[in-house]
């Protein structure tokens, strides 16, 4: 069995199969940065980064990602600040790169920004004038929808909806259809603009992502990602510029849409000004029990954060964890483990290959956790090599214990048991005692053994 992917395109779930055998070509949308990234980027953006992983494990992944670096609303905070757009955009992207880093998001392989590829995008706006399928009013050029008649094949609507991300049809009394939206904004006083052939002004929106397609891979690609709130009408936009231009379809091959975040029961928009930072979240709780938190909701379907789901996902991945370390003590597994191991490892990946269900391939983990404690030794390297394996995907797992500063992370602790142990040694036993204390707050439980100290995370009623 191959890997199947549902594609909004044909809301249906189809086998995965790119253009080119050995190479998948995908992009997602990237942010706006007019501000510090949002919870609602930090799920999208870990969830692309485990769909790349997970295709990099089959094929070579080109994963393109373009950054909105000039618009409204990056020209009004600007001017605000008393700052150029171009230094709030440096700012914000310099921040954003800084998130991402710290979740782990390393995946993509391409960036491009917007203002970096103005020679690419005037080529469009010609190229659909030289079509028929724009026009121009006194503050720009416009697409004219009637010019292509499949608009809303992706969404399935050609009008604007509540759940839309900031719809971005840009209004003015004289379009043509009420749909239309900006290609080129004409400069207005004081606003920053670049001196083209269509005319000094800057990109609308949409645009830049089909320039910077088209660059990289060409009329058309395999993948197409971003969150569920772009895909009317920033997709739709997308698809009409590029297949009108090309006169190829489809633009891209699979689209696939990420669901929503909430916080608390609130939905993660900005423009209802209930947005968390990845900042603020930052400073709540390590990375990977975010990670995981992500990953254990499908990529489609909405999630909220709240407290309890934050706990139960430290709870977890401190599972996999501890039976991670039980494994490493331990030499080559026996023969019975290497078959539940085995077993347990197909029936993950069957569950990844069906459209990344990552709960179904995290419900048979955690059965192979279940029934590989019931032995009381003798794990050993398939075990070890198997959570390894999940973890090169997930990345929510810290099993080589260098800790990365979010919870102090397992080295400091060995290194607190290691000290403790040496205070015993030369028996300064209230300063050891006070270690073990501290670390019991935690929830770390140590136990003294003939072989040395043992140490792992509890469930909070031993300590
Ligand atoms: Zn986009």
Redesign the pocket.
């Known amino acids: 069995m191959g890997l199947r992917v549902y594609n909004t395109l044909t809301r249906e779930v189809e086998d995965f199969a790119p253009q080119d055998p050995a190479l998948v070509r995908m992009f997602v949308?990237g942010p706006t940065v007019y501000d510090y990234s949002h919870a609602g980027h930090a799920k999208t953006y870990t969830q692309f980064d485990f769909i790349a992983r997970y295709l990099g494990r089959r094929y070579e992944v080109r994963y393109l990602q373009?950054v909105t670096d000039i618009d409204d609303k990056i020209i009004a905070r600007a001017a605000q600040a008393g700052q150029s757009a171009r230094e709030l955009a440096d700012y914000f992207q310099a921040a954003y790169d800084e998130d991402m880093r710290w979740l782990g998001n390393t995946a993509v392989t391409d960036t491009a920004r917007a203002l970096d590829h103005i020679p690419e995008i005037v080529s469009q706006v010609r190229r659909l004038i030289a079509a028929g399928a724009a026009y121009e009013l006194d503050d720009g050029w416009y697409f004219d929808l009637s010019a292509f008649p499949e608009y809303g094949k992706l969404s399935g609507r050609m009008t604007v909806a509540p759940e839309d991300s900031l719809s971005r049809i840009d209004e003015h009394h004289a379009k043509r259809n009420p749909g239309d939206f900006a290609l080129w904004k004409r400069a207005k006083p004081g606003e920053p603009s670049w001196d083209t052939q269509l005319g000094p002004g800057r990109p609308g929106w949409h645009i830049e992502?089909t320039a910077i397609t088209e660059k990289f891979f060409g009329a058309q690609y395999d993948l197409h990602g971003?969150a569920v709130d772009?895909i009317f009408p920033?997709h739709e936009a997308e698809i009409a510029q590029m297949e009108k231009i090309s006169g190829r379809a489809p633009l891209a091959r699979y689209w696939m849409h990420t669901g929503l975040l909430r916080i608390d029961g609130a939905k993660m928009a900005r423009s209802e000004g209930n947005f968390t930072t990845v900042r603020q979240l930052r400073q709540q709780w390590d990375r990977r029990t975010l990670r995981y938190a992500f990953i254990s909701h499908h990529y489609r379907s909405s999630m909220e954060v709240t407290d309890e789901l934050m706990d139960s996902a430290q709870a977890s991945r401190k599972r996999i964890e501890s039976l991670y370390r039980r494994a490493t003590a331990d030499g080559p597994s026996p023969d019975a483990v290497a078959r539940e191991v085995r077993a347990g490892r197909e029936a993950f990946f069957a569950a990844l290959d069906d459209d990344f269900d990552t709960p179904g391939a995290l419900a048979a983990l955690f059965s192979l956790v279940r029934s590989l404690n019931r032995h009381e030794s003798g794990l050993g390297a398939d075990v070890r090599d198997f959570l390894m394996e999940v973890d090169a995907l997930f990345d929510a797992f810290d099993l080589r214990g260098a800790g990365d500063g979010g919870d102090g992370g397992d080295a400091h602790i060995e290194e607190q048991v290691r000290l403790r142990a040496e205070l015993r040694a030369a028996r300064r036993f209230a300063e050891a005692d006070e270690i073990r204390a501290q670390l019991a707050a935690k929830g770390i439980i140590i136990e003294d053994t003939a072989g040395g100290t043992r140490w792992w995370y509890g469930t909070g009623q031993e300590a």
């Open positions: 949308c373009n992502d971003g772009l920033h």
